[in-house]
């Protein structure tokens, strides 16, 4: 999956479900940390070209939640890490709406982006009100 933008915290912890499934084990068994070989395989998947530091501050945040935990005492606060099951039911849930947002008909894709531009539209219609009856009084 190529997509522009930076990585989000939810990047982060596909590269562990990703991990889960390549070698067909649970969560559990599943230790990763946030290293070069780590932000190679994340820039490699999204397309992207990002460093350490940012993925760091990613993994942060996945901490700060409990999505993500250490696994080992003293390896490091990105050393050793795996995902919790809080963590694996976010990337699930991601996953789930994205799909469902992907199989949307034309329509419905029509649809979802007026009601996500809805202030614009009126702001737009209004605006072509306000001018028509600026026309009708100038000119008439």
């Not at 820039?43 to 942060?60: C, F, H, R, Y």
């Not at 250490?70 to 990105?78: E, F, S, V």
């Not at 789930?96 to 029509?110: A, G, I, Q, T, Y």
Request: glycine share 10%; proline share 2%.
């Amino acid at each position: 999956m190529t997509r522009p933008g930076s990585p989000t915290e939810f990047d982060v912890l596909a590269i562990f479900v990703d991990e889960m499934e390549l070698q067909g084990v649970s969560r559990k068994l599943i230790r990763l940390s946030i290293d070069e070989a780590f932000v190679g395989r994340l820039n490699a998947k999204l397309g992207v070209s990002t460093s350490i530091e940012p993925l760091q501050k990613l993994t942060d945040r996945c901490l700060a939640n409990e999505w993500l935990e250490h696994t080992i005492l003293g390896a490091g606060k990105y050393g050793v890490l795996s995902i919790t099951a809080t963590g694996l039911g976010v990337v699930r849930s991601k996953q789930k709406s994205e799909e469902v947002k992907r199989s949307r008909s034309n329509l419905k894709k029509v649809s979802d982006a007026i009601e996500d531009h809805k202030g614009l539209f009126i702001a737009t219609g209004a605006l072509l009100a306000l001018a028509g009856v600026s026309l009708k009084l100038f000119l008439g």
